[in-house]
């Protein structure tokens, strides 16, 4: 027995296939629109953070009375010292952006470099701060683990000689 299709049935099965075709690839692109949202979200919310947390260490030169006194600060505020030849300052921070030693698995780090270039009448602190995330394209050299920039800023503080 041969099934024979009558040609509206034919043209509304086209029909209907088309439709279906036309939502699977909108919906295919509206979940792309929504991933490159979420991501849009995240690096727009580790910038406001980031912001915040190096504009406070760079605001902190500034009220420091000396390169001492800005140094003891970083360290007071949780700060790890690396490096011999430069003064190497790094903040660590887990996915939250909460806090947390060194010898811990981090997601986000703060890097404070200190330079100091003395005057006949007094010194001048330069401060380069470079917040980073794990996991982006760039190869931090000490441990191979990849890094992605995030936000740098230089500040600088001339701090006079007193005259006691």
């Known amino acids: 027995m041969k099934m024979n299709i009558p040609a509206r049935s034919r043209a509304f099965l086209v029909e209907f296939i088309i439709v279906i075709l ?13 991933a490159a949202a ?19 260490i760079a605001e ?16 007071k505020l949780g700060a790890v010292k690396e ?9 660590y921070y887990n ?4 806090q947390q ?17 003395a005057f006949r009448e007094g010194e001048l602190l330069q401060v380069l701060i470079n917040a980073s995330k794990v996991n982006g394209h760039l190869m931090n050299k000490e441990n191979n683990k990849p890094l992605s ?14 005259n006691h």
Not at 22 to 34: D, E, G, K, P
Not at 95 to 98: A, L, P, R
Not at 101 to 117: F, Q, R
């Open 60 to 75: 902190y030169a500034k009220v420091s009375k000396s390169q001492e006194d800005y140094m003891r600060g970083l360290k």
């Open 83 to 91: 490096g011999k030849d430069k003064e190497h300052y790094i903040f």
């Open 22 to 34: 036309f939502f699977s690839i909108a919906s295919a692109i509206i979940v792309r629109v929504f």
């Open 101 to 117: 030693p060194a010898n811990l698995e981090h997601t986000y780090s703060i890097v404070v470099v200190c330079n100091t270039k």
């Open 149 to 162: 920039e995030i936000y740098n800023l230089q500040a600088a503080k001339y701090y006079p000689k007193s």
């Open 38 to 56: 979420d991501s849009l979200r995240q690096k727009a919310n580790d910038l406001t953070i980031v912001t915040a947390k190096v504009q406070s």
């Open 95 to 98: 996915k939250d952006w909460q």
